[in-house]
T-cell receptor
């Protein structure tokens, strides 16, 4: 069965520091991968999606970037974090029929 | 991109009551998905709908894919305290495009 992992689970970072969040998927090949951000008590905002290695589409202009170095690995990065980057970051993968989420990374920027 | 309107934003109900929430869009979707998110966790897929008019149940949950393919509803019968959470609808046009509603926050009073 398919499994999706996110690392780390929780992160506290100072403003201006870099960021790297990792998402890996097991049990499937060539999945579509997504990064979402969820502010406290709010809905899901699509940040990036990828249909294959090295293929990234950005939904919202911001100081974040994404990369897909391997088929089942999706990375969310920033060179300099802002206070407004705080939130709950969710990775998801989709196949032909449905989409599934990882457990999320809670990021607090101070 | 396509926008999903999910309503209501929040619901406060008594244990045992039935719940109904829905999503509408100005665009057509090929798939409707319903998720539940518990605090601090990623959304979990509840029901997936693939054909216009399709009515699918999962225990006390029932969801329908609207005939026009522009809407879907989710019903929860005889609510219990563990139904508390945020419910999201999602519409898919194709594998590359999945959009979420803003969520319905459900509170169940014992």
């Amino acid at each position: 069965s398919q499994t999706i992992h996110q690392w780390p689970a929780t992160l506290v970072q100072p403003v201006g520091s870099p960021l790297s969040l990792e998402c890996t998927v097991e049990g499937t090949s060539n999945p579509n991968l997504y990064w979402y951000r969820q502010a406290a008590g709010r809905g899901l905002q699509l940040l990036f999606y990828s249909v294959g290695i090295g293929q990234i589409s950005s939904e919202v202009p911001q100081n974040l970037s994404a990369s897909r170095p391997q088929d089942r690995q999706f990375i969310l990065s920033s060179k300099k974090l802002l206070l407004s980057d705080s939130g709950f970051y969710l990775c998801a993968w989709s196949g032909l029929t449905s989409a599934y989420f990882g457990p999320g990374t809670r990021l607090l920027v101070l | 991109g396509q926008q999903l309107n999910q309503s209501p934003q929040s619901m406060f109900i008594q244990e045992g009551e039935d719940v109904s929430m829905n999503c509408t869009s100005s665009s057509i979707f090929n798939t409707w998905l319903w998720y539940k998110q518990d605090p601090g966790e990623g959304p979990v897929l509840l029901i997936a709908l693939y054909k216009a008019g399709e009515l699918t149940s999962n225990g006390r949950l029932t969801a329908q894919f609207g005939i026009t393919r522009k809407d879907s509803f989710l019903n929860i019968s005889a609510s219990i305290p563990s139904d508390v959470g945020i419910y999201f609808c999602a519409g898919r046009v194709n594998n590359n495009d999945m959009r979420f509603g803003a969520g319905t926050r459900l509170t169940v009073k014992p």
